[in-house]
């Protein structure tokens, strides 16, 4: 078996909490797709899997080798039927979603591939095409709390490893290493490469100088309205649609979310742009030139960086169907996260204080939105229930506290 070659500082295993969801989809689906951006920790995960699979082969489809192995005619797929096949890097053989899916038809037994992407959009596209019901889809995030800190309504308030996160993000050579300084030159080093090597690979034909400026801009107006006008006037005159195009490449490697506005039919002026944030915390300090939490701290935009830093923390422990945006309205109404469960709707407000407040705009969104319960996320060390008149709950957490609350 071959497995890709990881950096010694990765050796660092951590719980993943998609561990447990890519095994059970395995046990059901005859391919997996996980996704997720470089250096996230996808291989890993993927030789965690295999060590529960006795027969597996793994190939790096980035290597010209393993590629000629899944050239047309070979017969590599028909022969390996009976094993766990783990693909890397399927965003750069397009023609393998057409090879798989005869031979998945030919062969319908569940966990028989395991392909691993640093694409979305793309990948998505490719393989919407070919695996249509054939695939199950999971993205791996960097590390969140979940994965470093205990979690739930009870956990104890781990305020330096929670600390330590947000500030140098969730890939694992950023959090694990020795110092802040160090991890700060990783991160500095993976934005120069991905610009200069990774997302040319991927057929986004951008001078690499002027998509790190538009990232460097996004990461300043970081949790806010996305104006494609005014970036393109600021980024020397060009169109709004080529901004539109810059921001849908890095949304696709998943260095961007674009949260939609949540509409509801109450007759009022609701805000219709997207709001984008930079999703790992630790790349965004790092296009922002912060390499210390004192430096953080005093920081403007370090309130919008910890609602990003917790709107990341909602969406990855958010199942499969859950609808996720924000809400605001012209006359200053506004909910930072909506959650759509089913029939159960949660609102979130985010703040970073140790004694929030909350205005008048928050308690007419909810009531807008018709929440069933609402959270105020806060780095405090316990929550508290807030006094409230209406038909909803509204309660203080921690970080810790997400999955009780989403689970509540």
């Not at 057409?98 to 031979?103: F, N, S, T």
């Not at 991905?194 to 034909?205: A, K, S």
């Not at 949540?262 to 930079?278: D, Q």
Request: overall charge neutral; charged content about 20%.
């Amino acid at each position: 078996m071959k497995v890709k070659d990881i950096n010694p500082i990765e050796t660092q295993e951590f719980p993943r909490a998609l561990l447990k969801s890519a095994t059970e989809q395995l046990a059901f689906s005859p391919a997996v797709v996980l996704l997720g951006p470089r250096q996230v920790g996808k291989t890993t995960l993927a030789r965690q899997i295999a060590a529960m699979h006795p027969n597996t082969i793994s190939l790096d489809l980035q290597l010209p080798g393993d590629r000629e192995k899944l050239t047309e005619g070979s017969g590599f797929l028909q022969a390996h039927r009976d094993k766990l096949l783990v693909l890397d890097e399927v965003q750069y053989v397009q023609e393998v979603f057409a090879q798989l899916r005869p031979e998945i038809d030919a062969q319908r037994t569940p966990g028989r591939f395991l392909l691993l992407g640093s694409a979305s959009g793309r990948l998505l596209q490719q393989s919407s095409e070919s695996l249509a019901g054939r695939a199950s889809y999971l993205e791996l995030t960097p590390l969140q709390v979940d994965e470093v800190v205990a979690m739930g309504a009870d956990a104890v308030f781990d305020a330096p490893t929670l600390q330590k996160l947000w500030l140098r993000g969730g890939f694992p050579v950023s959090y694990t290493a020795p110092t802040d300084a160090l991890s700060f030159s990783w991160r500095t080093d993976f934005i120069a490469t991905f610009l200069n090597r990774d997302i040319r690979e991927l057929g986004v034909n951008v001078p690499a100088q002027t998509l790190h400026r538009f990232w460097r801009m996004t990461a300043h107006l970081h949790g806010s309205l996305f104006n494609a006008s005014n970036l393109a006037a600021s980024l020397g005159g060009i169109s709004h649609t080529t901004v539109a195009r810059y921001l849908d490449s890095l949304v696709d490697t998943m260095m961007l979310r674009r949260l939609e506005p949540h509409f509801v039919n109450i007759g009022k002026r609701l805000v219709k742009s997207p709001k984008v944030y930079v999703r790992d915390s630790g790349l965004l300090h790092a296009l922002l030139n912060v390499p210390d939490v004192n430096a953080l701290i005093g920081h403007p935009m370090a309130g919008p960086s910890w609602e990003g830093f917790m709107v990341e923390q909602i969406c990855a422990l958010l199942p499969k169907g859950a609808d996720v945006g924000f809400y605001r309205t012209a006359a200053g109404a506004e909910l930072d996260v909506v959650v759509e469960l089913g029939s159960k709707k949660l609102g979130f407000e985010i703040k970073f204080s140790s004694a929030p407040k909350v205005s008048r705009g928050f308690w007419q969104a909810c009531q807008d939105v018709g929440v069933d319960h609402a959270y105020v996320v806060a780095p405090v060390p316990q929550g508290w229930p807030l006094k409230s008149d209406q038909a909803f709950s509204v309660d203080v957490i921690n970080p810790a506290q997400l999955p009780w609350a989403l689970a509540r």
